[in-house]
């Protein structure tokens, strides 16, 4: 499903990494067993054999028997309660399927948008601007119910609902999934007759993209949950039995770390795919917050090419020499069929010119992805050449299943390599410093010394 090409990193740090394979398996084994730091948190591993495909099935009823017409599904959240769910919608959808189906009284896959992941007024007005002409249902997605952005936008999308259609109608129209037992959402949903889906007390935000929070409102839009887990359960099984040891998995994070230790400060994932955008902002999520600490990790940044290699290719070319760089390639990307879940083949050759006035004579006949393939790999190589560690993760086609193996394959990836780091890769005590200046500085009962503070300061 997933190949690591390493023939483009350098011999010594390939040699460091085997060195370290043994070390790497032995923190594999330990989050297998939850007997690793943080370990309390490990639920996400093998999740698919535990406890996603009777999930998936569950979710799958709920969505079959919901028993009213939605075109649009709003998921309200922030990092792992929204990344994970928009990298599968915007990877296998249409990229202009608001404006084609705009006006269409019964797409076959609904729209996914999303709220509650910043504080843009401007961006909320508009959403309600396209809510008012289409037949909206929300997810709203946090543990607690009280993460600021996510509950700012929810509040307004609730008002929104309920003067709509009304109370009873709206609480159909919303799901929460969040705590089982406690917190702010749960309450509500309570009290309002939401229906509910439950976020795991052993599996944090950003590893969160199989359960729940990411197969909720990907079920509503249409996609196929079952063959995500399969890819994920795939993955997974393959680090069953004596093959973990030497597992790609563990390479690729032992490869990581031996470019820190050899002074790699930045970790770059290049895809050549735009629909991978979202992709690239999970994994982002996933390596800075689970290695950024005391003073460790490499700093995670993602580049779009070719698009980038005519702006930040420069630097990646011949600039500071501190990076580590990761090619994404997907051997086979189809377009999606517009308002439709069938993908078919639908490709573009380079057309044949009655007269060669732009040079490109030589590409005629040759398939688009056949000429972005090959700026990939020569970019490839010319970063190799530059002095930048290249490696290459290979996945065969651009689905579901190969989706959920890539989750499966980044997150066990993480969890090993910021063990390696020596931090615990499931905490992330630095987000709360900028939480309690903005409690602060909007005047949240409790914080109004540090307000003081703060404006003194400003």
């Known amino acids: ?70 075109d649009t599904v709003v998921v309200v959240g922030i990092g792992g309660s929204y990344l994970g769910c928009r990298a599968v919608a915007e990877a296998l959808s249409h990229s202009y399927a608001t404006a084609l189906s705009r006006g269409a009284k019964n797409p076959l896959r609904p729209l996914i948008v999303y709220a509650g992941h910043n504080l843009s007024e401007a961006g909320l007005v508009e959403l309600l601007d396209l809510l008012g002409e289409r037949q909206p249902l929300i997810n709203v997605i946090s543990k607690s119910g009280t993460t600021t952005e996510p509950a700012v936008a929810f509040r307004v999308l609730r008002e929104y609902m309920e003067q709509r259609f009304g109370k009873a109608e709206a ?84 490869l990581r770390k031996a470019a820190f230790d050899a002074g790699k400060r930045i970790d770059l994932l290049a895809y050549s795919e735009p629909r991978l955008a979202s992709l690239v902002e999970w994994w982002k999520q996933l390596f800075g917050e689970s290695e950024g600490k005391h003073g460790l990790g490499m700093f995670p940044a993602g580049l779009n090419y070719t698009t980038d290699l005519h702006s930040l290719g420069q630097y990646v070319q011949d600039g500071c020499r501190n990076l580590v760089q990761t090619f994404l390639s997907i051997g086979q990307v189809s377009a999606p069929v517009p308002q439709g879940p069938t993908q ?115």
């Open 344 to 458: 078919v083949e639908r490709r573009l050759r380079v057309p044949h010119a009655a007269v060669n006035d732009d040079d490109l004579g030589y590409l005629e006949g040759r398939f688009i992805s056949e000429i972005n393939q090959a700026a990939m790999l020569g970019t490839k190589v010319a970063h190799s050449d530059g002095g930048v560690p290249c490696l290459e993760l290979q996945v065969r086609e651009l689905n579901e299943r190969t989706l959920g193996g890539l989750f499966a394959f980044f997150e066990t990836a993480c969890a090993v390599s910021a063990l390696l780091l020596g931090v615990n890769p499931f905490d992330q005590p630095g987000v709360e410093a900028y939480k309690k200046n903005l409690f602060a500085l909007l005047g949240k009962p409790g914080f109004e010394e540090l307000g003081g503070e703060l404006r003194r300061r400003l």
């Open 171 to 254: 609480s159909r129209r919303i799901v929460a999934t969040t705590d089982g037992k406690k917190g702010a959402l749960r309450q509500l949903a309570a009290d309002s007759g939401y229906k509910t889906f439950v976020v795991p007390d052993d599996v944090g935000g950003r590893f969160s993209v199989l359960t729940a929070v990411g197969l909720v409102p990907l079920a509503l839009g249409g996609f196929d949950i079952e063959a995500l887990m399969h890819g994920a359960d795939e993955m997974f099984r393959s680090f069953d039995g004596e093959q973990a040891s030497s597992h790609q998995v563990l390479e690729y994070a032992c």
């Open 1 to 70: 499903m997933i190949r690591l090409d390493a023939r483009f990193f350098p011999a010594d740090l390939r040699a460091a990494a085997t060195s370290s394979l043994p070390d790497a398996a032995t923190a594999l084994e330990a989050v297998r067993q939850g007997e690793c730091t943080g370990g309390e948190f490990t639920g996400w591993f093998d999740w698919p054999r535990r406890h996603g495909f009777a999930l998936a099935s569950e979710v799958k009823q709920y969505v079959q028997e919901l028993g009213l017409f939605y």
